[in-house]
């Protein structure tokens, strides 16, 4: 008899969860590092890319009051998103869940084109639930890639003598810096994008706080 299993078991609903106050509290905080120093390039030289050089974050955005007040907040919590992110991925990978939830290109790639027509209003059939479709497990891969871009930037930042083979690999401190901080605006991009898409199925919202119902 196959086993039932709720859409959203316990451990995807904890680690979610528990990273909406953490990663809100390393993008604020971070902010408040940025705010001390708000230039990018070696020694202040402009990137042409960087659009707000010489402008601070505005202080709702921020957490810290100030410089060492930041780092002390952004480095304790950083730990406890890497912690959270590696107890995913130990689950993903003792479970099995894996095969389900990571995009894999051979089986997701043609699913995810068909469901981005579908969202653009270029294509009339639904995509398919089972329990994500191909562009859902193509978004939440590509966030899992984007969590180790930044925790591996950010380690650049933190220690970038020490770890300096990891600091050659970004290019140097600086462009490791820009890695992170726009690193960070795509994980907002994606925070919005993900509301907006809770917003237009509010079942998944619910899903995500009970479990959802048994299914076999």
Avoid at 26 to 39: D, V
Avoid at 60 to 79: D, I, K, M, S, V
Avoid at 80 to 103: Q, T
Avoid at 131 to 140: E, S, T
């Amino acid at each position: 008899m196959p086993h039932a299993r709720r859409p959203q078991p316990g451990p995807v609903r904890l680690v979610h969860w528990a990273n909406v106050p953490l990663l809100a509290i390393l993008a604020m905080s971070g902010l408040q590092i940025l705010a001390a120093y708000p230039m990018m390039g070696p020694q202040g030289a402009p990137y042409g890319g960087y659009p707000f050089q010489g402008t601070p974050p505005p202080e709702w955005a921020r957490l810290g009051e100030w410089l060492a007040g930041a780092r002390h907040w952004h480095f304790a919590f950083g730990w406890f998103f890497v912690l959270n992110g590696l107890c995913y991925v130990a689950w993903l990978v003792g479970s099995g869940e894996w095969r389900r939830r990571l995009f894999l290109p051979r089986r997701d790639a043609r699913d995810a084109l068909h469901t981005a027509a579908y969202y653009l209003r270029l294509r009339k059939e639904a995509p398919r639930q089972e329990p994500y479709n191909g562009l859902q497990r193509f978004a939440y891969t590509g966030v899992l890639v984007l969590a180790l871009v930044e925790v591996l930037s950010g380690l650049v930042l933190y220690k970038p003598v020490q770890l300096h083979a990891l600091t050659a690999l970004f290019g140097g401190y600086d462009p490791a810096r820009l890695v992170h901080l726009g690193v960070l605006a795509l994980l907002a991009l994606f925070t919005v994008g993900h509301v907006v898409m809770v917003a237009l199925h509010p079942r998944t919202l619910g899903e995500m706080v009970t479990g959802g119902r048994h299914h076999e």
